[in-house]
């Protein structure tokens, strides 16, 4: 064997690739076998940043999309290790990020770290950070979920734009932080938004490459459930909040998607109307009828809602896709969650394509806006299996068999019933 | 011999055969470079190349959006990049691409050209740079070359990230990889910012034009922009 070879061969085997990725890249599926550029799509994707080289402290198993600003995925077999997602393996989606601080790991010290307090309010604040630490603290465990996660999943439709996710693109963690409407409580008189408020809008130290015309990132977020739940995270999983992570301080509304949760929080401004910033109209919206998939859509603020409340999700941990397993008895688990605000009532499990379906076993979430735990145990015969899962609330929400009712030309909030093709002998 | 084991060997395969061909992740075509050039200032190629299969619109709305996220194009590159990227990465690219011209020879290749398109975007046409964005290469490159005639080289085949300090102005971004472009249009182009734009005559008289066998030398290691950075000669 050459060098070259036995060097590359080395460098396949030492890779942190799922299984289902490689065999993507190298276009061995039906989905990816149009004659796509997979060869040197593969050898190019070896040639990216290993994760601790974009974010120190960050483990080599993420797989990394982007290693610029840091875009890093959570494998889901390491996801699944653990009931709290570590710090080390939590997945990182940027769009830009902030210098220095988001490099690594360690917590930032929130002394001299400024927050402004404006808009539409009687008198416009700044806080320093400090300051946060007085305050009652509030502890919640949610699910934190990148709106874009499972976005390669639409591909089975219509091929969308973005980051390819799979399912790593989340974690659970805990934070903790004082509640914001407790900060706002602390002022003389207290800060209340004026009558016209309707939404609250977050930006964070980050800022574009310098040198570019591209617009800062903010997002507007729904006054009332800010009001209601917003916490100024300062801790995560009872550290410091990593600067990674958008420490020192993070706006946190648990039960939304990740992105709404402004890092390296520097501003809030009480709005009457939702931010026209490219990062909330067209970015980040989905339609609020469905389209059919590989159809253009222009979107307003009234035809199109921001990634906002989290959809109800199962993802199945084990087994995993392509795993080959015992025929008998095979025991089945993952995670499901919703937006928090209503418990999540059933996971239930088909290996007959939906025909029927039987309830996994639930277990009790960490607080509200975390994930449940399901597990059950199904009988399968030789040969190939689907196993599918899908998640209902007290709501009625369920998720969708066909995930693609929901297309959109970003490809956010796929919350299709999961699956696994699994190989029983 | 597991399932595995089958596709480690089929990837270290697939990956010797892609290092071999001398090519980037893009299929050869019309445009290839300028779409390098444009996608590669705010992400790595591998999100363009993953991102194969969108629809014409939505290729149209991407390249809208980018120019909202700060893309600068001329109406003729919008044309080349909608062009390349619905005929390459559509719904239906053709099913061989392209190949590079075979036997490519640096005296075919104009440096200048190769400049033009797929770093001026970023230096400026005359090299010049962009203050607090972008460093100048004119002058530059020709005092890093001088003291060590192996590191531009370096720089282009495996990129530069990190903070550098150049006439005492501070950057601190990423230059990506150009490892996608051939030995010769690699060496043609640093003989372009290197020797031909030496307008204060840093090099010594007797510092060899560089060869396509030169950038050929250097390619293959296992080393990334970090790296690089590490190995920067001191300049002015």
């Given at each position: 064997?050459?060098?070259?070879?036995?060097?590359?061969?080395?460098?396949?085997?030492?890779?942190?690739?799922?299984?289902?990725?490689?065999?993507?890249?190298?276009?061995?599926?039906?989905?990816?076998?149009?004659?796509?550029?997979?060869?040197?799509?593969?050898?190019?994707?070896?040639?990216?940043?290993?994760?601790?080289?974009?974010?120190?402290?960050?483990?080599?198993?993420?797989?990394?999309?982007n290693d610029r600003t840091?875009?890093?995925?959570?494998?889901?077999?390491?996801?699944?290790?653990?009931?709290?997602?570590?710090?080390?393996?939590?997945?990182?989606?940027?769009?830009q990020?902030?210098e220095?601080?988001?490099?690594?790991?360690?917590?930032?010290?929130?002394?001299?770290?400024?927050?402004?307090?404006?808009?539409?309010?009687?008198?416009?604040?700044?806080?320093?950070?400090?300051?946060?630490?007085?305050?009652?603290?509030?502890?919640?465990?949610?699910?934190?979920?990148?709106?874009?996660?499972?976005?390669?999943?639409?591909?089975?439709?219509?091929?969308?734009?973005?980051?390819?996710?799979?399912?790593?693109?989340?974690?659970?963690?805990?934070?903790?932080?004082?509640?914001?409407?407790?900060?706002?409580?602390?002022?003389?008189?207290?800060?209340?938004?004026?009558?016209?408020?309707?939404?609250?809008?977050?930006?964070?130290?980050?800022a574009p490459p310098e040198g570019s015309s591209r617009?800062?990132?903010?997002?507007?977020?729904?006054?009332?459930?800010?009001?209601?739940?917003?916490?100024?995270?300062?801790?995560?999983?009872?550290?410091?909040?990593?600067?990674?992570?958008?420490?020192?301080?993070?706006?946190?509304?648990?039960?939304?998607?990740?992105?709404?949760?402004?890092?390296?929080?520097?501003?809030?401004?009480?709005?009457?109307?939702?931010?026209?910033?490219?990062?909330?109209?067209?970015?980040?919206?989905?339609?609020?009828?469905?389209?059919?998939?590989?159809?253009?859509?222009?979107?307003?603020?009234?035809?199109?809602?921001?990634?906002?409340?989290?959809?109800?999700?199962?993802?199945?941990?084990?087994?995993?896709?392509?795993?080959?397993?015992?025929?008998?008895?095979?025991?089945?688990?993952?995670?499901?969650?919703?937006?928090?605000?209503?418990?999540?009532?059933?996971?239930?499990?088909?290996?007959?394509?939906?025909?029927?379906?039987?309830?996994?076993?639930?277990?009790?979430?960490?607080?509200?806006?975390?994930?449940?735990?399901?597990?059950?145990?199904?009988?399968?015969?030789?040969?190939?299996?689907?196993?599918?899962?899908?998640?209902?609330?007290?709501?009625?929400?369920?998720?969708?068999?066909?995930?693609?009712?929901?297309?959109?030309?970003?490809?956010?909030?796929?919350?299709?019933?999961?699956?696994?093709?699994?190989?029983?002998? | 011999?597991?399932?595995?084991?089958?596709?480690?060997?089929?990837?270290?395969?697939?990956?010797?055969?892609?290092?071999?061909?001398?090519?980037g992740?893009l299929?050869?075509?019309?445009g290839v470079d300028l779409v390098y050039g444009k996608c590669q200032q705010c992400h790595p190629i591998?999100y363009t190349?993953?991102?194969?299969?969108?629809?014409?619109?939505?290729?149209?709305?991407?390249i809208?959006?980018m120019k909202?996220l700060g893309m600068e194009v001329t109406?003729?590159e919008e044309?080349i990049l909608?062009?390349?990227?619905?005929?390459?990465?559509?719904?239906?690219?053709?099913?061989?691409?392209?190949?590079?011209?075979?036997?490519?020879?640096?005296?075919?290749?104009?440096g200048a050209q190769v400049y033009a398109t797929n770093c001026a975007s970023c230096h400026g046409a005359e090299g010049a740079g962009i203050p607090g964005g972008f460093p100048p290469v004119a002058g530059h490159a020709a005092d890093l070359?001088?003291?060590?005639?192996?590191?531009p080289i370096d720089v282009l085949l495996y990129g530069l990230n990190g903070p550098i300090t150049v006439d005492?102005t501070s950057y601190d971004g990423v230059m990506p990889a150009w490892q996608q472009l051939?030995?010769?249009r690699l060496?043609a182009v640093l003989?372009h910012i290197v020797?031909a734009w030496?307008?204060?005559?840093?090099?010594?008289?007797?510092?060899?034009?560089?060869?396509?066998?030169?950038?050929?030398?250097?390619?293959?290691?296992?080393?990334?922009p970090?790296?690089v950075l590490?190995?920067r000669?001191?300049?002015?």
């Amino acid at each position: 064997m050459s060098e070259h070879l036995s060097r590359a061969l080395r460098r396949v085997q030492e890779s942190k690739l799922e299984r289902r990725e490689l065999l993507r890249m190298m276009g061995l599926t039906a989905a990816a076998s149009a004659g796509l550029p997979t060869v040197a799509q593969f050898a190019r994707a070896q040639e990216l940043q290993p994760a601790s080289q974009v974010i120190a402290g960050k483990s080599d198993a993420l797989i990394v999309h982007n290693d610029r600003t840091g875009v890093l995925e959570t494998p889901l077999d390491l996801l699944s290790e653990h009931a709290i997602t570590p710090k080390e393996i939590l997945y990182v989606r940027n769009n830009q990020i902030a210098e220095p601080e988001g490099r690594d790991l360690e917590g930032k010290p929130l002394d001299g770290w400024t927050i402004e307090l404006m808009g539409s309010v009687a008198f416009p604040r700044v806080v320093d950070a400090a300051t946060l630490a007085d305050l009652p603290q509030e502890e919640v465990t949610m699910v934190l979920q990148c709106s874009g996660n499972g976005r390669s999943f639409f591909a089975r439709s219509v091929q969308t734009r973005g980051t390819q996710w799979a399912h790593g693109g989340m974690g659970q963690v805990t934070f903790r932080g004082p509640k914001l409407s407790s900060l706002l409580d602390t002022f003389e008189p207290a800060l209340a938004p004026r009558d016209e408020a309707r939404f609250v809008t977050a930006e964070g130290k980050d800022a574009p490459p310098e040198g570019s015309s591209r617009p800062d990132f903010e997002h507007s977020l729904p006054l009332d459930d800010v009001m209601e739940r917003a916490i100024l995270a300062t801790h995560m999983n009872g550290e410091p909040l990593a600067g990674a992570h958008g420490g020192p301080v993070r706006l946190v509304v648990p039960g939304y998607y990740g992105t709404m949760n402004v890092k390296w929080l520097s501003r809030l401004r009480f709005e009457a109307i939702e931010s026209n910033n490219v990062n909330q109209i067209p970015r980040y919206r989905i339609p609020n009828d469905p389209i059919e998939p590989g159809t253009p859509i222009t979107y307003t603020h009234e035809n199109s809602t921001p990634n906002w409340r989290q959809r109800v999700k199962s993802v199945i941990f084990s087994p995993a896709n392509e795993d080959e397993v015992a025929a008998g008895e095979v025991e089945v688990n993952g995670v499901a969650w919703n937006d928090g605000t209503v418990p999540v009532t059933a996971v239930e499990i088909s290996i007959d394509d939906g025909q029927t379906w039987r309830r996994a076993d639930l277990s009790a979430p960490h607080g509200g806006y975390g994930w449940y735990e399901f597990s059950t145990v199904v009988n399968l015969g030789s040969g190939q299996s689907r196993i599918w899962s899908r998640a209902v609330d007290e709501r009625g929400q369920v998720q969708p068999l066909n995930g693609s009712i929901r297309w959109n030309p970003s490809g956010y909030e796929w919350n299709g019933a999961d699956y696994v093709d699994v190989t029983a002998s | 011999m597991t399932h595995r084991t089958v596709i480690s060997l089929l990837a270290a395969l697939l990956l010797a055969l892609a290092s071999a061909q001398d090519g980037g992740p893009l299929p050869q075509g019309p445009g290839v470079d300028l779409v390098y050039g444009k996608c590669q200032q705010c992400h790595p190629i591998n999100y363009t190349v993953s991102n194969a299969g969108l629809p014409d619109f939505l290729w149209a709305d991407t390249i809208q959006l980018m120019k909202q996220l700060g893309m600068e194009v001329t109406e003729e590159e919008e044309q080349i990049l909608f062009d390349y990227l619905t005929t390459y990465l559509g719904t239906e690219p053709p099913p061989e691409p392209q190949e590079a011209s075979a036997a490519e020879t640096s005296a075919e290749v104009d440096g200048a050209q190769v400049y033009a398109t797929n770093c001026a975007s970023c230096h400026g046409a005359e090299g010049a740079g962009i203050p607090g964005g972008f460093p100048p290469v004119a002058g530059h490159a020709a005092d890093l070359a001088a003291a060590d005639r192996s590191y531009p080289i370096d720089v282009l085949l495996y990129g530069l990230n990190g903070p550098i300090t150049v006439d005492g102005t501070s950057y601190d971004g990423v230059m990506p990889a150009w490892q996608q472009l051939s030995d010769a249009r690699l060496a043609a182009v640093l003989n372009h910012i290197v020797i031909a734009w030496d307008e204060e005559g840093t090099l010594p008289p007797n510092f060899a034009r560089y060869a396509p066998e030169d950038v050929a030398e250097a390619r293959g290691r296992d080393q990334g922009p970090r790296d690089v950075l590490e190995r920067r000669p001191s300049v002015p």
